[in-house]
């Protein structure tokens, strides 16, 4: 099947937006959410054109990635229209991207938001999410381990967010592969504590 055109022009955009980025919010994770969600959205009976282009814009207007958030989200809705998807279509993408982040621990009002944040969710575990842990952390100055006196280090991250992401995913899909990645995790951070132990 031919890719919906709307998907490559939107491809190209989050392209530009995203290539220079070095804190684990790369066009890799854009494109790894997008396809993801697509997976997701049929096991859902979610639109999968919809759920595609969520995942690729879903950081576009991040507060810590932009340095004008609201200027990116005015951009991201004036080229939903722009490249073809109706009012209708463009709010239930803006309405999902809302609900995605852990930080603001939102609830999804929609299946479409539901794909999305466990699509990103996958992403920021197992293997690829233990990456993009130490990546985030070292862009942001931040130890891989705690030492005395400090307040945060990705392996804190770990027991603060990343452990707890598996027991809240919102598909079946996304849930069993959620548990996969959450063992690796598990394994890793065993290994993790056995390195460190000298004695
Ligand atoms: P959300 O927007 O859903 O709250 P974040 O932007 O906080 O998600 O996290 C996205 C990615 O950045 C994840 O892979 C996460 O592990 C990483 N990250 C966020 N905060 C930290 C931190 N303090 N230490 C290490 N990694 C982090
Ligand atoms: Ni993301």
Request: hydrophobic fraction near 35%; charged fraction near 35%.
């Amino acid at each position: 099947m031919e890719k919906d055109h709307r998907l490559k022009r939107m491809e190209t955009y989050v392209k530009k937006q995203f290539e220079q980025d070095t804190t684990g919010h790369g066009f890799d994770h854009m494109k790894r959410v997008a396809l993801w969600s697509r997976k997701l959205a049929d096991e859902e009976e979610v639109d999968p054109v919809l759920a595609e282009a969520a995942g690729w814009l879903h950081d576009i207007g991040d507060e810590k990635l932009f340095i004008n958030p609201d200027k990116a989200v005015e951009e991201r809705n004036r080229l939903l229209l722009e490249w073809n998807f109706t009012p209708f279509q463009k709010n239930e993408i803006e309405k999902a991207i809302e609900t995605v982040s852990f930080r603001k621990g939102k609830k999804p009002s929609s299946y479409l938001g539901a794909v999305v944040q466990d699509a990103d969710r996958l992403d920021a575990i197992g293997a690829i999410g233990i990456a993009r842990a130490f990546t985030y952390g070292g862009a942001k100055g931040q130890r891989i381990d705690n030492e005395e006196g400090d307040a945060s280090s990705s392996i804190q991250h770990f027991h603060d967010k990343l452990l707890k992401l598996s027991g809240m995913m919102n598909t079946e899909s996304g849930r069993q592969e959620a548990e996969r990645r959450h063992r690796f995790m598990e394994e890793y951070l065993l290994e993790f504590k056995r390195e460190k132990q000298l004695d």
